[in-house]
């Protein structure tokens, strides 16, 4: 069965711009999860949606932002890009009993 | 605040030997555990997990050891192959509670040598 795609793998913005990321996890998965790495911080948890809600949420300024539609596919918002956004930025699907995740290849940002 | 740590940014070893991965975590409710590998320009990949009530698993080649007294736990990958080599992220979340969030180290770089 397909993976987690995401969409696009690459972009490039100006500081002060924003980007839309997009999601689209396996199919059947109702949980979309997704997290900022950056070198040597790792995996920095957002926020996570399942059935549409936001059911968690990480500590990351209200710049970022997300929503979830009806048949599982996830959007990230960054508006007024920073320098320090430059990441890449992962999306993970699953059942949503919180035991696995699958990852998507990850969205390269980079501000300039 | 980090409340998963990965104290070794970096792991090499011979091929056939056995490669320890560590990691270290803060909060004592975390209660599942688990480890991912990651390859240039892939997402993580889900590699083996284990839960509070247990002290050791196993698949195949790789076993996790946690040590809840200590917050601390392991991966060993043995025997390494040249395959291994990829960036380790151990994560820990709380089942009973936040559904999807997973803390996460900063990872491990393992180069598996010939």
């Known amino acids: 069965k397909a993976g987690v795609t995401q969409t696009p793998r690459y972009l490039i913005k100006t500081r002060g711009q924003q980007v839309t990321l997009s999601c689209s996890p396996i199919?059947?998965?109702?949980?979309v999860s997704w997290y900022q790495q950056t070198p040597g911080q790792g995996l920095q948890f957002l926020f996570e949606?399942?059935?549409?809600?936001q059911r968690n949420k990480g500590n990351f300024p209200g710049r970022f932002s997300g929503r979830q539609f009806s048949n599982s596919r996830s959007e990230m918002n960054v508006s007024t890009l920073e320098l320090g956004d430059s990441a890449l930025y992962l999306c993970?699907?699953?059942w949503g009993d919180g035991y696995e995740q699958f990852f998507g290849p990850g969205t390269r940002l980079t501000v300039l | 605040d980090q409340q998963v740590k990965q104290n070794s940014p970096s792991l090499s070893v011979q091929e056939g030997r056995i490669s320890i991965l560590n990691c270290d975590y803060t909060?004592?409710?975390?209660?599942?555990f688990l480890w991912y590998k990651k390859y240039p320009a892939e997402g993580p990949t889900f590699l083996i997990s284990?839960?509070?009530?247990?002290d050791k698993n196993e698949d195949g080649r790789f076993t996790v050891f946690l040590n809840k007294s200590a917050k601390h736990l392991s991966l060993h990958i043995v025997p390494s192959q040249p395959g291994d080599s990829a960036v380790y992220f151990c994560?820990?979340?709380?089942?009973?509670?936040?559904?999807?969030?997973?803390?996460f180290g900063a990872g491990t770089q393992v180069v598996v040598t010939p």
């Open positions: 993970a699907s699953s």
């Open positions: 909060n004592s409710m975390f209660d599942y």
């Open positions: 284990i839960s509070s009530i247990k």
């Open positions: 994560a820990a979340t709380f089942l009973t509670d936040s559904w999807g969030k997973f803390q």
């Open positions: 199919s059947g998965h109702r949980s």
């Open positions: 949606y399942f059935s549409e809600t």
